[in-house]
C-alpha cells in the first residue's frame, strides 16, 4: 500500500495519526533525495568513464595513424598502398566516433545532471524549509498554548481577553503554515516522478542518438571494408604466388648456390673456421670468421661472428697474403682444412677450414692456392699427451674429484651448476692429467682449489674425452626410451643399454651416477634435484656424433636418461638385466607404440606410447576367423591425424569412410581390411593416415572406432557393446586407482560403455574399473 493522502481538515486536528502520516510522507522524500544524490555521483562516474574512454580511444586512433608499414624494392602496387593507407582510415573512423561519444558526454551534463540537481535544490530544498517553518511554529504555537492555559483566573478581563486573541491569531498562522506544507508535501510526492524520469529518458535519448551515430558511421564503412577485403585478398593472393617464386629460387640457390651467387667487390667472401692455439692439455679450438678476400690488393679480412648471440664476437683483423697451402687430411684431424701466411708473420700459418671440400676448392681457387708439399708427420694418429682419457689417470681423476666434492661440498647450494674460473679449471686439469703431478695434487684438505673448480673440472674432463661416456654407438638406443613408454619399460631400456657400453665406460659411468646419486640425497640443502643434475649432466654424459638441429631437440631426452639412471642407480648397476628382454630398437625400427589414451582429468589426448621394444600383436584371434597377419613394416602402425577429435559413435550409415574415420558395419571390430602399405591380410583396424616416419616419437589422436547399430543414435550404439567380453590389443599401466593395469592379451568381463569420453567399464580378475576404449578389441 502506497502512502495516505494528507486531508486539509487533519491539520486543524493535528492528531497523532495526522503526524505520523506527515512523517511518512517526510521519509519517502528523504529516500528520493538520497536516490537523486546517489543517481547523480553515478552520472559523473559515468561522464568521466567516458571521458576516460575517449581519451583512450583517441590514443589508439593516434597510434594507428602514426604507424606506416615498409616495403620491399622500390614501389607497390596499388593494393598495397589501399593497405598502407587503411591504417590511417581507421584513425579517422575512430577519430569521428570519439566526437559523437563527446557530444554524449556534454549531453548527459545538459540533459540528466543539471536538471536534477535543479530539482533536488528548488523543489525537495524548498521542502526541507518549510518542513523547518512547520517544526519552528509547532512549536511555538504549543508553548504559547501552554503559557497560556497556565494564567491566572484572577487576572483582569481586559488582560485575559488580550491573551485569548492572541492564542487565537498563533493558532490561525499555525493553521495556514500546516495547510501549505501539506500542500507541498502531497505536490512534490506527484511532480518527483516527472521531473526524475524525464531527465533519465533525455540521457537515454541522447544515448541511442549516439549508438544511431555509429551505425551511420558503420554504413558509410561497410563500403570501405568491402574495398579494403578485396585489397588485402588481392596482396594475399599475390604473396602466395610471391613466396612460390622465392622458394622455387631458395631451390635452385639450394641445389647449385655457385650459380646464383652476386657479384660484389670480393673475389671470395663467407665463413670459415680458423684454428686458435689453446692451453695444453687441449690443444687448439676452432672459431667461426666471416672472411673476405680481394685478389687485386690480396687483402684478407677475417671478423669473428657468433649467431647465437647475433653479433660480432671481436674485432676485425686484416692482413696481407703471401701464400695459400691445401692441408692434407693426414696432417690434421679434420678434414676440408687449408693454411694461409701473412706478410706480417712469416713462418706462422693460420689453418682454415672450409664447409666442404666444393667450399674449400673454391677458397683456394680465388687465394691461388697449392698442395701440401710438406710429408706427414703422423699428428694425427699420435696420441697426444696429456689428452682425457678412460684409463687409469682418468679414474684417478674422477675418483678424487668425487672424493673432493663428497667431503667439502656435498651440501653447496648449486652444486656443479655453479661454474669455476676458467684458468683456474684448465690449471687443475693440467696437474690432474700428468702423471708426474696427479698424486700430489691434494683436494680434499687443499683450500687452494674451490669446489666450483674441482666440478667444472670434473664436467670439462669428462667432456672432453674422445667419446662420450655413453659412446655415440648406443646414443640413438638411449634415447628412444626416454621419448615414449611407461616408466618401468624406460627403466627396463636402459638398465638392458648400460650393459652394452664397453666394460670401462660403464665402471666410469657407475662411479659417477652413484656419486650423483648421493647428491641428489642432499637437494634440500644444495639444491640439486634429480632433475636439476640431469639437466647438467645430460649434455656432458651424452651428445651425438654429428651436431644437427634434430640433434639439439634430443637434448631434453638425453636429460631423462640420466634421471633413470640416478633415480634407479642399484638396479641398473647392481643387477643383470632380464635375459628374455628383447634388443632394443633401432632408429630405423619403428615398433608398433600404442595409442593415446583419452585423459580423464583434462578432457584432452595425451600421449601414451608404451611399447619401447618390438611388440608383437599376434593375437590368438580365434573369432575373427582371419588368417594371422604379416609383420608390420617399418612406420606402418601409424596413428590418425591430431586433428579435432571425432565423438566416438555415429549414426552415419554403414561401411562409409568419413575424413579420418572408419566407420565399420559393426559392432564387432575384427576383420577389419587395413590399408597399411605392404600387408593385405584382415587386421583389428584401419588406420587412415600416412604412416609417420617414427610413430614412437608422434603426438597423435588416437584411432576412433564407431559402432553403429541397426538402430540410428549413439545410444542404441552404446547398447549393441554393453556386457561383452573384450581382449587387450596394448599394455596399459594404471594411472589412477580407478583404473585397470592389464597386459597384452588380458580378457576382460562384462565390457561397458563409461560415462568418460573415450573409456570403458570392465572386470578384470575380479576387479573392475576404467579401461582406454582403443586399447581393447571386442569378442
Same mark, same amino acid.
Given at each position: 500500500?502506497?502512502?495516505?493522502?494528507?486531508?486539509?481538515?487533519?491539520?486543524?486536528?493535528?492528531?497523532?495519526?495526522?503526524?505520523?502520516?506527515?512523517?511518512?510522507?517526510?521519509?519517502?522524500?528523504?529516500?528520493?533525495?538520497?536516490?537523486?544524490?546517489?543517481?547523480?555521483?553515478?552520472?559523473?562516474?559515468? =561522464?568521466?568513464?567516458?571521458?576516460?574512454?575517449?581519451?583512450?580511444?583517441?590514443?589508439?586512433?593516434?597510434?594507428?595513424?602514426?604507424?606506416?608499414?615498409?616495403?620491399? +624494392?622500390?614501389?607497390?602496387?596499388?593494393?598495397?598502398?589501399?593497405?598502407?593507407?587503411?591504417?590511417?582510415?581507421?584513425?579517422?573512423?575512430?577519430?569521428?566516433?570519439?566526437?559523437?561519444?563527446?557530444?554524449?558526454?556534454?549531453?548527459?551534463?545538459?540533459?540528466?545532471?543539471?536538471?536534477?540537481?535543479?530539482?533536488?535544490?528548488?523543489?525537495?530544498?524548498?521542502?526541507?524549509?518549510?518542513?523547518?517553518?512547520?517544526?519552528?511554529?509547532?512549536?511555538?504555537?504549543?508553548?504559547?498554548?501552554?503559557?497560556?492555559?497556565?494564567?491566572?483566573?484572577?487576572?483582569?478581563?481586559?488582560?485575559?481577553?488580550?491573551?485569548?486573541?492572541?492564542?487565537?491569531?498563533?493558532?490561525?498562522?499555525?493553521?495556514?503554515?500546516?495547510?501549505?506544507?501539506?500542500?507541498? !508535501?502531497?505536490?512534490?510526492?506527484?511532480?518527483?516522478?516527472?521531473?526524475?524520469?524525464?531527465?533519465?529518458?533525455?540521457?537515454?535519448?541522447?544515448?541511442?542518438?549516439?549508438?544511431?551515430?555509429?551505425?551511420?558511421?558503420?554504413?558509410?564503412?561497410?563500403?570501405?571494408?568491402?574495398?579494403?577485403?578485396?585489397?588485402?585478398?588481392?596482396?594475399?593472393?599475390?604473396?602466395?604466388?610471391?613466396?612460390?617464386?622465392?622458394?622455387?629460387? /631458395?631451390?635452385?640457390?639450394?641445389?647449385?648456390?655457385?650459380?646464383?651467387?652476386?657479384?660484389?667487390?670480393?673475389?671470395?667472401?663467407?665463413?670459415?673456421?680458423?684454428?686458435?692455439?689453446?692451453?695444453?692439455?687441449?690443444?687448439?679450438?676452432?672459431?667461426?670468421?666471416?672472411?673476405?678476400?680481394?685478389?687485386?690488393?690480396?687483402?684478407?679480412?677475417?671478423?669473428?661472428?657468433?649467431?647465437?648471440?647475433?653479433?660480432?664476437?671481436?674485432?676485425?683483423?686484416?692482413?696481407?697474403?703471401?701464400?695459400?697451402?691445401?692441408?692434407?687430411?693426414?696432417?690434421?684431424?679434420?678434414?676440408?682444412?687449408?693454411?694461409?701466411?701473412?706478410?706480417?708473420?712469416?713462418?706462422?700459418?693460420?689453418?682454415?677450414?672450409?664447409?666442404?671440400?666444393?667450399?674449400?676448392?673454391?677458397? /683456394?681457387?680465388?687465394?691461388?692456392?697449392?698442395?701440401?708439399?710438406? =710429408?706427414?708427420?703422423?699428428?694425427?694418429?699420435?696420441?697426444?699427451?696429456?689428452?682425457?682419457?678412460?684409463?687409469?689417470?682418468?679414474?684417478?681423476? =674422477?675418483?678424487?674429484?668425487?672424493?673432493?666434492?663428497?667431503?667439502? +661440498?656435498?651440501?653447496?647450494?648449486?652444486?656443479?651448476?655453479?661454474?669455476?674460473?676458467?684458468?683456474?679449471?684448465?690449471?687443475?686439469?693440467?696437474?690432474?692429467?700428468?702423471?708426474?703431478?696427479?698424486?700430489?695434487?691434494?683436494?680434499?684438505?687443499?683450500?687452494?682449489?674451490?669446489?666450483?673448480?674441482?666440478?667444472?673440472?670434473?664436467?670439462?674432463?669428462?667432456?672432453?674425452?674422445?667419446?662420450?661416456?655413453?659412446?655415440?654407438?648406443?646414443?640413438?638406443?638411449?634415447?628412444?626410451?626416454?621419448?615414449?613408454?611407461?616408466?618401468?619399460?624406460?627403466?627396463?631400456?636402459?638398465?638392458? !643399454?648400460?650393459?652394452?657400453?664397453?666394460?670401462?665406460?660403464?665402471?666410469?659411468?657407475?662411479?659417477?651416477?652413484?656419486?650423483?646419486?648421493?647428491?641428489?640425497?642432499?637437494?634440500?640443502?644444495?639444491?640439486?634435484?634429480?632433475?636439476?643434475?640431469?639437466?647438467?649432466? %645430460?649434455?656432458?654424459?651424452?651428445?651425438?656424433?654429428?651436431?644437427?638441429?634434430?640433434?639439439? /631437440?634430443?637434448?631434453?631426452?638425453?636429460?631423462?636418461?640420466?634421471?633413470?639412471?640416478?633415480?634407479?642407480?642399484?638396479?641398473?648397476?647392481?643387477?643383470?638385466?632380464?635375459?628374455?628382454?628383447?634388443?632394443?630398437?633401432?632408429?630405423?625400427?619403428?615398433?608398433?607404440?600404442?595409442?593415446?589414451?583419452?585423459?580423464?582429468?583434462?578432457?584432452?589426448?595425451?600421449?601414451?606410447?608404451?611399447?619401447?621394444?618390438? !611388440?608383437?600383436?599376434?593375437?590368438?584371434?580365434?573369432?575373427?576367423?582371419?588368417?594371422?597377419?604379416?609383420?608390420?613394416?617399418?612406420?606402418?602402425?601409424?596413428?590418425?591425424?591430431?586433428?579435432?577429435?571425432?565423438?566416438?559413435?555415429?549414426?552415419?550409415?554403414?561401411?562409409?569412410?568419413? +575424413?579420418?574415420?572408419?566407420?565399420?558395419?559393426?559392432?564387432?571390430?575384427?576383420?577389419?581390411?587395413?590399408?597399411?602399405? %605392404?600387408?593385405?591380410?584382415?587386421?583389428?583396424?584401419?588406420?587412415?593416415?600416412?604412416?609417420?616416419?617414427?610413430?614412437?616419437?608422434?603426438?597423435?589422436?588416437?584411432?576412433?572406432?564407431?559402432?553403429?547399430?541397426?538402430?540410428?543414435?549413439?545410444?542404441?550404439?552404446?547398447?549393441?557393446?554393453?556386457?561383452?567380453?573384450?581382449?587387450?590389443?596394448?599394455?596399459?599401466?594404471?594411472?589412477?586407482?580407478?583404473?585397470?593395469?592389464?597386459?597384452?592379451?588380458?580378457?576382460?568381463?562384462?565390457?561397458?560403455?563409461?560415462?568418460?569420453?573415450?573409456?570403458?567399464?570392465?572386470?578384470?580378475?575380479?576387479?573392475? %574399473?576404467?579401461?582406454?576404449?582403443?586399447?581393447?578389441?571386442?569378442?
Amino acid at each position: 500500500m502506497g502512502l495516505q493522502p494528507l486531508e486539509f481538515s487533519d491539520c486543524y486536528l493535528d492528531s497523532p495519526w495526522f503526524r505520523e502520516r506527515v512523517r511518512a510522507h517526510e521519509a519517502e522524500l528523504e529516500r528520493t533525495n538520497k536516490f537523486i544524490k546517489e543517481l547523480l555521483k553515478d552520472g559523473k562516474n559515468l =561522464i568521466a568513464a567516458t571521458k576516460n574512454l575517449s581519451a583512450a580511444q583517441r590514443k589508439f586512433a593516434h597510434s594507428l595513424r602514426d604507424f606506416k608499414f615498409e616495403f620491399i +624494392g622500390d614501389a607497390e602496387t596499388d593494393d598495397e598502398r589501399c593497405i598502407d593507407a587503411s591504417l590511417h582510415e581507421f584513425s579517422n573512423f575512430l577519430k569521428n566516433l570519439e566526437e559523437q561519444r563527446e557530444i554524449l558526454a556534454l549531453s548527459v551534463t545538459e540533459t540528466l545532471i543539471k536538471p536534477l540537481e535543479r530539482f533536488r535544490k528548488e523543489q525537495l530544498g524548498a521542502v526541507k524549509e518549510e518542513k523547518k517553518k512547520f517544526d519552528k511554529e509547532t512549536e511555538k504555537n504549543y508553548s504559547l498554548l501552554e503559557k497560556h492555559l497556565n494564567l491566572s483566573a484572577k487576572k483582569k478581563e481586559l488582560q485575559l481577553q488580550e491573551a485569548d486573541n492572541q492564542v487565537e491569531q498563533n493558532r490561525k498562522h499555525f493553521y495556514e503554515l500546516s495547510l501549505e506544507y501539506v500542500c507541498k !508535501l502531497q505536490e512534490i510526492q506527484e511532480r518527483k516522478k516527472f521531473e526524475c524520469v524525464e531527465p533519465v529518458l533525455s540521457f537515454f535519448q541522447g544515448l541511442f542518438t549516439f549508438y544511431h551515430q555509429g551505425y551511420e558511421l558503420a554504413k558509410d564503412f561497410n563500403h570501405y571494408k568491402m574495398t579494403l577485403q578485396i585489397n588485402i585478398q588481392n596482396t594475399r593472393n599475390r604473396f602466395e604466388g610471391t613466396r612460390s617464386e622465392v622458394e622455387e629460387l /631458395m631451390n635452385k640457390i639450394r641445389r647449385n648456390p655457385q650459380e646464383h651467387k652476386r657479384a660484389n667487390h670480393f673475389t671470395m667472401e663467407g665463413y670459415l673456421y680458423v684454428q686458435e692455439k689453446r692451453p695444453a692439455p687441449f690443444g687448439s679450438s676452432w672459431v667461426k670468421h666471416y672472411c673476405t678476400y680481394r685478389k687485386e690488393t690480396k687483402k684478407f679480412t677475417m671478423i669473428p661472428f657468433e649467431h647465437r648471440s647475433g653479433g660480432k664476437a671481436g674485432d676485425e683483423e686484416l692482413f696481407v697474403l703471401t701464400y695459400c697451402t691445401k692441408r692434407n687430411i693426414d696432417t690434421t684431424d679434420r678434414r676440408f682444412c687449408f693454411d694461409l701466411e701473412a706478410s706480417d708473420r712469416p713462418g706462422v700459418p693460420v689453418t682454415m677450414q672450409a664447409f666442404s671440400e666444393e667450399d674449400r676448392k673454391l677458397w /683456394m681457387e680465388a687465394l691461388d692456392g697449392k698442395e701440401a708439399l710438406f =710429408i706427414n708427420l703422423n699428428r694425427a694418429n699420435a696420441k697426444r699427451e696429456g689428452s682425457a682419457q678412460l684409463d687409469k689417470i682418468g679414474f684417478t681423476v =674422477i675418483k678424487k674429484c668425487i672424493s673432493a666434492v663428497e667431503t667439502r +661440498g656435498i651440501n653447496d647450494q648449486g652444486l656443479y651448476r655453479v661454474v669455476g674460473v676458467s684458468s683456474k679449471v684448465q690449471r687443475l686439469l693440467s696437474l690432474l692429467m700428468d702423471a708426474k703431478t696427479c698424486n700430489e695434487v691434494d683436494l680434499e684438505n687443499s683450500v687452494d682449489w674451490e669446489v666450483k673448480t674441482i666440478t667444472s673440472a670434473m664436467k670439462q674432463y669428462l667432456r672432453s674425452l674422445p667419446e662420450p661416456l655413453m659412446t655415440y654407438e648406443l646414443h640413438g638406443e638411449f634415447i628412444i626410451p626416454a621419448k615414449s613408454g611407461s616408466p618401468e619399460s624406460r627403466v627396463n631400456a636402459v638398465h638392458f !643399454l648400460v650393459h652394452k657400453l664397453p666394460e670401462k665406460n660403464k665402471e666410469m659411468l657407475e662411479i659417477l651416477v652413484k656419486h650423483l646419486a648421493n647428491v641428489s640425497k642432499h637437494a634440500k640443502r644444495n639444491l640439486m634435484t634429480v632433475a636439476n643434475l640431469g639437466v647438467v649432466f %645430460g649434455p656432458t654424459l651424452m651428445r651425438p656424433q654429428e651436431e644437427t638441429v634434430a640433434a639439439i /631437440m634430443d637434448l631434453k631426452f638425453q636429460n631423462i636418461v640420466v634421471e633413470i639412471l640416478i633415480e634407479n642407480h642399484e638396479k641398473i648397476f647392481k643387477t643383470l638385466p632380464d635375459a628374455t628382454l628383447p634388443e632394443p630398437i633401432s632408429m630405423s625400427v619403428s615398433p608398433p607404440n600404442a595409442p593415446p589414451r583419452q585423459s580423464r582429468r583434462q578432457g584432452q589426448r595425451i600421449k601414451r606410447p608404451l611399447a619401447v621394444y618390438n !611388440l608383437c600383436l599376434e593375437l590368438d584371434d580365434a573369432d575373427s576367423h582371419s588368417s594371422p597377419r604379416e609383420d608390420t613394416p617399418t612406420g606402418s602402425m601409424d596413428s590418425l591425424s591430431s586433428q579435432s577429435p571425432t565423438p566416438a559413435f555415429s549414426s552415419s550409415p554403414p561401411g562409409l569412410l568419413d +575424413g579420418n574415420h572408419l566407420i565399420a558395419d559393426s559392432g564387432d571390430l575384427a576383420g577389419w581390411t587395413t590399408n597399411l602399405p %605392404g600387408q593385405s591380410r584382415p587386421s583389428m583396424v584401419s588406420w587412415m593416415n600416412t604412416p609417420s616416419a617414427n610413430p614412437v616419437a608422434t603426438n597423435t589422436a588416437p584411432p576412433t572406432f564407431f559402432f553403429p547399430s541397426s538402430s540410428t543414435g549413439s545410444d542404441r550404439a552404446g547398447e549393441s557393446v554393453a556386457h561383452r567380453k573384450a581382449r587387450a590389443v596394448y599394455p596399459c599401466e594404471a594411472e589412477h586407482s580407478s583404473e585397470l593395469s592389464f597386459q597384452i592379451g588380458a580378457i576382460f568381463e562384462d565390457v561397458q560403455f563409461s560415462r568418460e569420453p573415450g573409456w570403458l567399464e570392465g572386470t578384470l580378475n575380479g576387479k573392475r %574399473g576404467l579401461i582406454p576404449q582403443n586399447y581393447v578389441q571386442f569378442l
